[in-house]
């Protein structure tokens, strides 16, 4: 989809978990086309570890590392933590910063 605005910023609350780890990466490089410079991506995900199908619905979990990787370069992550929605740490978010092409 072309789109042929820019944003200062994306936001989502966990949706990008049911895109698999590749399309993942495919989003963010996508998110980085549309950024203005130095715009900022907030998005949150279930933490941990691996994937799982969950009534035909992916579910894929994500670290600290495992997010950085998925990043690759032209973010830098400007915070991130671990919070509760159902249980004690079962989600973490990220504030992202385009870095400047």
Known sequence: MEI????DCIYSNKVLQHLSRPALV???TRQWHVL???????????????EEIVEGLRFTYYTEVSFQSALGQGYEIVESGRYAEMEEEDSIYFVVRKMLA
């Open 36 to 50: 203005n410079d130095a715009g900022i991506l907030f998005h949150t995900f279930w933490y941990g570890k691996g």
């Open 26 to 28: 495919d989003s963010l």
């Open 4 to 7: 042929d605005r820019r944003f």
